[in-house]
Each structure stands twice: as structure tokens, then as C-alpha cells.
């Protein structure tokens, strides 16, 4: 896929996920903007994952640690064709199974997350059966900053580099903010780099936002063999919409009819802008 | 009724049953938090090194990596002192484990109060409770080498979770060879009038010896292991609560969330209400000592177990 395409999907990912949780009056909207162009460029490029592959023990695995950002996953996998996109309709409605965290019971979706720090040790576990099976398929979880503090994740760490996981590749959403405020004054992880270096990672910066760093980045992995990767992904919570952009409040406020409308005009605008360049493109 | 033979500690014959079945099949692997040597696991670890991950003092992360290792199709035996395995990573076992439905098999060793005088700290009389509590993980508590080395063949192909525990003494042999052994299923060691002791775990041994008492008294006993407190056999219990006069259940865990509440509970919403005894540790600071003193302490022994269930039976009848 290129470049100016997985841009369009951005932009109709950013609507979907802000129709979605209007719809159902509950989500993580500042957290699923900000993972979302990660998880674009994974699940369109990255991840040798599909519909029909999803069973194949030698598929890429996605783990979602950050599990509240669920409505960008949602989006995504029933844009990839896991589930019908209608089913997106029945976020949070009573005997869904598309509920305000991931669950297996949703087609796509390998672990059940929610509680925060759980998914770097269930990563570090598939990655683990990975190597002692010789197979090559990677696993990629994602971890918010905020749930940085919780020291399983630290335990996690230390397993990875000890049992030399350069098949594992966790991604920080460095949005620095929680839902408290900025993790600096909630509780300092600066800095976050040292840190994860002296557990022995191999890193790499990217601007989590910016599609060709990112597809750039994930081609460069392992770093280093021997090492497990971290993808430190600067990002800003709530991106793409100006008003919802870098404000804690938006960490799972819905949007009012009004500022419902003025978020998709915003987005209406960056699709005109796309398609100015690139050309009228049929809806997803 | 002839003696009982004194055979091995269950986690020795858990070890020698797991290294048996990992040699026939590579996917079977023990995770291990530091205590391969209180498994009783240093000669799987000599013996089938690529078996076995070590993951440290670290609970939370023990049960998460175990999770991942079972989601990809490895057969996981998660070893870890039961106070720790099932307080510390708590939530990893609710969300990783059980409603992730990753089918490891959680070995909780040197359960109960099998650490004696080390202390509330490394005593496990809260695991049955918290469990119960929590849908999709079975839980089994072998009472001898026999159900011990049955849970765990029966353990490698489980289709769910299961919380194996286990102590550390050397147990009395209760069960011949052809003992039909499930999972679920309780076992009738014999039948009584008078009195049946419901045991779960390794406590069944005291109960066997105060039926004897009580039969050289002339009373009429029954016996019945409740290895199983998830699935729980109530078919089981509710025949038994037919033909005896008191119930008295045993274990080795707080009075309170354990076998006994589920009994009293189960015997209630069926219309049933006989004398029932809970013998267990009482909602109190553990009495400190060794295993057998603290036993001694709350009648978790033959004699003690005999004299709960005389004074229940003579309750009724003056
Ligand atoms: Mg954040």
C-alpha cells in the first residue's frame, strides 16, 4: 500500500473511530487517535496477519496492552475484514461483543487486555514459544506510557532481554499524557530511554504520526539481533483533531453533537486536502 | 480397616509424573519462578533443559509469559508457592489466564500451611476462595501420590485452566490402582450412616484415620476426596447428605470460601440441612508452628476430627 493511501485511511480510520464512540456514548478518544496511524501502518503493512490466516500458528501476533485505545483495533480489523464493519455499530451494546476492552470473542483480537502492564509479559510469552518452536513469526504489543509505572512491565523487560526476544517488538505510545495529566507530573518515566536500554533493548525513535517513518521503522527490524526491539513512538494524544489534540480531559470524554460535527468538518477538510493531491478515491 | 503405607510427598511424585510425560512430548514445559528446587524439579531441569523456562521472582510476569507460552500451543506447568502464585499475580491468572482462556496449569506448591513457622506470609489459605470466584479455572487439590499423578496425566490435554495444589510432606497411600480418577468427579471411599467426612487435599489422610476411630466405635463412616472444587461434584454430596446423619468437611484453607462453604451452601439450596461441621483454619492470625501444630492446633487430625463429629452426632440426639 502507499504512502498517500494509508494517509486516506487515516483520516477514515479518525472518523470512524470518533462515529463510533459517539454512537455509543463511551471510549477512549484521546488514546485511540493517538494509536491509531501505528496501528494503520501495522495491520495495511506490517503484520502478516489475515482474516483467513488468523488461526495459522506461524501468523504475526498484535497484543494490545494499552487495551482501552480498543475502538482504534476495532476500526481497524473490521476495515482489514476480520468482522463485518457493521458489527462496529454494537460497540458497548448490551450482549455485544465488541465491549470497551479487546476480547478474543471479537475475530482479530489475541488476548483479552484491559488491566494495564499485562500485555508486555504475554508478548514476551508468544514471543518466547516462537523461539523455542523455531518459528519466525514476531509479536508486536503496544503499551501506553501511563501504564509504564505498573512494574510488571518491568519484570516483562528484563525476560525479554534475558531470553535474547529480537522477534518481540513493543511500541511505546509516547503521548505523554495519562488521565490524570502529563505522566512527568503524574510519575516521571524520563528517562524512558535509559531505562529500557539498560534492560537491555535496542530502540529506535520514530514520530508516531508520521506513516513513512513509521512504515521505515518496523522494515528495520531486529535492530540488533539478540536484542528485543522498542519502537519509541512520539505521538499526541488526540491527534488529528485540533481541539481534541494533547488534552488530558480527552482521555475518554465523547465528543457533544457539537463538537461532533466540528471534529468530522475538521476531518472533512484533511480528506479534501488528500484528495486534492491524490485524486477522488472510493470510500472505504 | 488395615494402615495406611506412607508413601512419597505429593510434589515428588508431581515431578517424577511431569518428567515422564515431557519426555514423550516436547510441548510440555515447566515455567518456574525460582523454585525448581522446592518443585522437586532439579532433575527435570537436568534432564530436559530445553523444558524448562526460569522467569525469576516474578509472579506477575510468571503467570503473563506462561499465558502467552499456552496461547501459542505450548502445554504450560506454571510452578510457584501457592501464597504467592495465587495473591501476587491474582490478576494475571483472572485476565491472562482464565478469561483469555489459555488453559496453563497453575502448580501451587508448599500450599496451605505446609510452611509451618514461616509465617501467614507463605501460608496459601485463600487460594480455594479467591478461585472459586473467578469463572474458567479449574481447581484440584490431590490428596495422594495416586490422585496426584491422575491430575496431573489428566492436566496435559485440559481444555481449560486448572490450579493444581500441592504440599510438601510425604502422604499415606489412600487409593488402589484402579481408582477411577476425573477430574471433577469426587471419590467414595466408603460409605456411612452416621457420619461422612468430605475431604479435600491432603487432609483426606486424617479424615480416613478418624473414620477408623470412629468404626472401632461402632459408628457407621463414610469417606469421600473432594480433589475437585471446580468442577464440583454436588451429585456426590447430595447422595451422601441422603443417608448420614452429620457432614463434617475438611481442608486445609480458611473456613470461610473453601469446600465447607460450598457444601453448606449447596446442601441449603437443595432443601437439605443436616449437621455440618467446617473444619478448617478459623477466620483468625494463624497460630504459629509447624504444619503438624498447626493441625494439632485446630483438629485437623484423626483424634480431633473424631471428636467433632461425636459431639455433632451426640448434639442432635440429647
Ligand atoms: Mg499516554
Redesign the interface.
Known amino acids: 500500500m502507499d504512502y498517500h493511501e494509508l494517509a486516506y485511511k487515516s483520516i477514515q480510520y479518525r472518523r470512524t473511530i470518533l462515529r463510533i464512540i459517539k454512537q455509543a456514548n463511551a471510549g477512549h478518544t484521546g488514546g485511540s487517535l493517538s494509536c491509531i496511524d501505528i496501528l494503520n501502518v501495522l495491520y495495511n503493512h506490517v503484520l502478516n496477519v489475515t482474516p483467513s490466516s488468523f488461526d495459522d ?1 506461524n501468523r504475526d501476533r498484535y497484543i494490545q496492552s494499552k487495551g482501552h485505545s480498543v475502538e482504534a483495533l476495532y476500526t481497524v480489523l473490521a476495515d482489514r475484514g476480520f468482522f463485518p464493519q457493521e458489527d462496529l455499530e454494537n460497540l458497548g451494546r448490551f450482549q455485544s461483543h465488541l465491549i470497551g476492552h479487546p476480547t ?1 470473542k471479537v475475530r482479530g483480537i ?6 494495564l ?2 500485555g ?11 523461539k ?2 523455531s518459528k519466525t513469526y514476531r509479536v508486536y504489543t503496544l503499551l501506553g506510557d501511563g501504564e509504564l509505572t505498573e ?2 512491565n518491568w ?2 523487560a ?2 525479554a532481554s534475558h531470553y535474547k526476544l529480537d522477534n518481540l517488538i513493543v511500541i511505546v505510545d509516547r503521548n505523554t499524557l495519562q488521565i490524570t495529566g502529563r505522566t512527568e507530573d503524574v510519575m516521571s518515566l524520563e528517562p524512558l530511554e535509559d531505562k529500557f536500554r539498560a534492560f537491555g533493548f535496542a530502540i529506535q525513535h520514530v514520530g508516531g504520526h508520521d506513516l513513512p517513518a513509521l512504515v521505515k521503522v518496523f522494515e528495520q527490524i531486529p535492530f540488533k539481533p539478540g536484542k528485543p526491539n522498542l519502537v519509541l513512538a512520539h505521538t499526541v494524544k488526540g491527534k488529528g483533531v485540533s481541539f481534541i489534540e494533547d488534552k488530558a480531559h480527552w482521555h475518554h470524554h465523547v465528543p457533544t453533537d457539537e463538537e461532533y460535527r466540528t471534529a468530522q468538518a475538521e476531518l472533512d477538510q484533511a480528506e479534501r486536502k488528500w484528495q486534492a493531491k491524490h485524486g477522488i478515491v472510493e470510500p472505504l | 480397616m488395615e494402615s495406611l503405607s506412607l508413601c512419597k510427598p505429593n510434589l515428588e511424585e508431581f515431578a517424577q509424573t511431569l518428567l515422564a510425560l515431557a519426555s514423550q512430548n516436547k510441548d510440555i514445559l515447566v515455567v518456574t519462578g525460582d523454585s525448581r528446587g522446592s518443585g522437586k524439579l532439579v532433575p527435570f531441569g537436568k534432564t530436559l533443559p530445553a523444558q524448562i523456562v526460569e522467569i525469576g521472582i516474578a509472579e506477575q510476569n510468571l503467570v503473563g509469559i506462561s499465558a502467552g507460552l499456552a496461547s501459542a500451543g505450548k502445554k504450560v506447568f506454571t510452578v510457584a508457592p501457592a501464597c504467592f502464585l495465587t495473591s501476587r499475580s491474582l490478576e494475571q491468572i483472572k485476565n491472562d489466564v482464565a478469561y483469555s482462556d489459555n488453559p496453563v496449569k497453575l502448580i501451587g506448591i508448599s500450599a496451605g500451611v505446609s510452611y509451618g513457622a514461616l509465617g501467614s506470609t507463605h501460608h496459601s489459605i485463600h487460594d480455594y476462595a479467591v478461585l472459586r470466584a473467578i469463572h474458567n479455572i479449574d481447581i484440584v487439590s490431590p490428596a495422594d501420590n495416586f490422585e496426584t499423578r491422575k491430575v496431573i496425566e489428566a492436566a496435559v490435554d485440559h481444555p481449560r485452566p486448572i490450579y493444581i495444589r500441592m504440599g510438601k510432606k510425604p502422604m499415606y497411600d489412600l487409593h488402589t490402582p484402579d481408582t477411577r480418577f476425573e477430574v471433577g468427579k469426587a471419590i467414595v471411599l466408603s460409605e456411612g450412616s452416621d457420619v461422612t467426612f468430605l475431604a479435600t487435599g491432603e487432609p483426606l489422610s486424617r479424615a480416613v484415620m478418624a473414620a477408623h476411630l470412629l468404626e472401632q466405635e461402632g459408628l457407621s463412616v463414610g469417606v469421600i476426596s473432594m480433589h475437585s472444587l471446580c468442577p464440583f461434584d454436588e451429585a456426590a454430596i447430595l447422595r451422601a447428605a441422603q443417608h448420614t446423619k452429620v457432614m463434617v468437611s475438611v481442608e486445609e484453607h480458611s473456613v470461610h470460601g473453601g469446600l465447607g462453604s460450598l457444601i453448606a451452601s449447596l446442601l441449603m439450596q437443595n432443601g437439605f440441612c443436616p449437621r455440618l461441621k467446617i473444619i478448617g483454619i478459623p477466620d483468625e492470625y494463624t497460630v504459629t508452628g509447624s504444619q503438624k501444630e498447626i493441625f494439632c492446633h485446630y483438629g485437623i487430625i484423626p483424634e480431633g476430627l473424631a471428636e467433632t463429629a461425636r459431639q455433632t452426632l451426640n448434639a442432635k440426639e440429647n
Open positions: 500458528p478474543r489475541e488476548q483479552n487486555t484491559g488491566a502492564g499485562h508486555l509479559s504475554l508478548a514476551v510469552g508468544t514471543a518466547l514459544a516462537a523455542i518452536d512494574g510488571s519484570e516483562a528484563m525476560a
